[in-house]
T-cell receptor, first 113, second 118 residues
Framework: GENVEQHPSTLSVQEGDSAVIKCTYS??????FPWYKQELGKRPQLIID?????GEKKDQRIAVTLNKTAKHFSLHITETQPEDSAVYFCAASRSGGYQKVTFGTGTKLQVIP | GAVVSQHPSRVICKSGTSVKIECRSLDFQATTMFWYRQFPKQSLMLMAT?????????EQGVEKDKFLINHASLTLSTLTVTSAHPEDSSFYIC??????????????FGEGSWLTVV
């Protein structure tokens, strides 16, 4: 099955700096890669996703890059703000209704004001 | 986006009793729903995949007789923790896959349910 590794497990940045979280996956058939933000005790919220036919996707301060050959993808947050502090999870999945989503271990991001 | 509602958000039960948690997709039909368990400061651990109209597919190590899953309709899946014990106390969260062309089968999560077994 799929195995998703995520690094780093914790990340502290100064407000205004950039943050980068990296994930690798093992299943070359995975073609959908979402990123979720989870605040303590709350549900994970989808913040951005990318499909395998695209190398990069950007939404305001958030961007995701995908390298299919190397089987890794990254989340980039620019101009970080205190409200970006949360746990971020990457995930990988094949397409198809019954395909399960495999999550990374999470990165706790702390943005220091 | 899409809305997935989970109920109850918090429940306290006595050891030995059973607890049912509901997961509903409010504005879309979900042929597949997923149930996760999350321990403090850890990732989401997939327990089972719930398929409408058929038996759930459980992950290795998850007791199917203890964690009963029923996906009775395209908008409702339930998780019943039977004969609960204190070690079952955890944050349980469901998700539903919204399919259809162009959506990429995006996963949306419910609010989660805090279960405390005393």
């Amino acid at each position: 099955g799929e195995n998703v590794e995520q690094h780093p497990s914790t990340l502290s940045v100064q407000e205004g700096d950039s943050a980068v979280i990296k994930c690798t996956y093992s299943d070359s058939a995975s073609n959908y890669f979402p990123w979720y933000k989870q605040e303590l005790g709350k549900r994970p919220q989808l913040i951005i996703d990318i499909r395998s036919n695209v190398g990069e996707k950007k939404d305001q301060r958030i961007a995701v890059t995908l390298n299919k050959t190397a089987k890794h993808f990254s989340l980039h947050i620019t101009e970080t703000q205190p409200e970006d502090s949360a746990v971020y999870f990457c995930a990988a999945s094949r397409s198809g209704g019954y395909q399960k989503v495999t999550f990374g271990t999470g990165t706790k991001l702390q943005v220091i004001p | 986006g899409a809305v997935v509602s989970q109920h109850p958000s918090r429940v306290i039960c006595k050891s030995g009793t059973s607890v049912k948690i509901e997961c509903r997709s409010l504005d879309f039909q979900a042929t597949t729903m997923f149930w996760y368990r999350q321990f403090p400061k850890q990732s989401l651990m997939l327990m089972a995949t719930s398929n409408e109209g058929s038996k759930a597919t459980y992950e290795q190590g998850v007791e199917k007789d203890k964690f009963l899953i029923n996906h009775a309709s395209l908008t409702l899946s339930t998780l019943t923790v039977t004969s609960a014990h204190p070690e079952d106390s955890s944050f349980y969260i469901c998700s539903a896959r919204k399919g259809g062309s162009g959506t990429g089968n995006t996963i949306y999560f419910g609010e989660g349910s805090w279960l405390t077994v005393v």
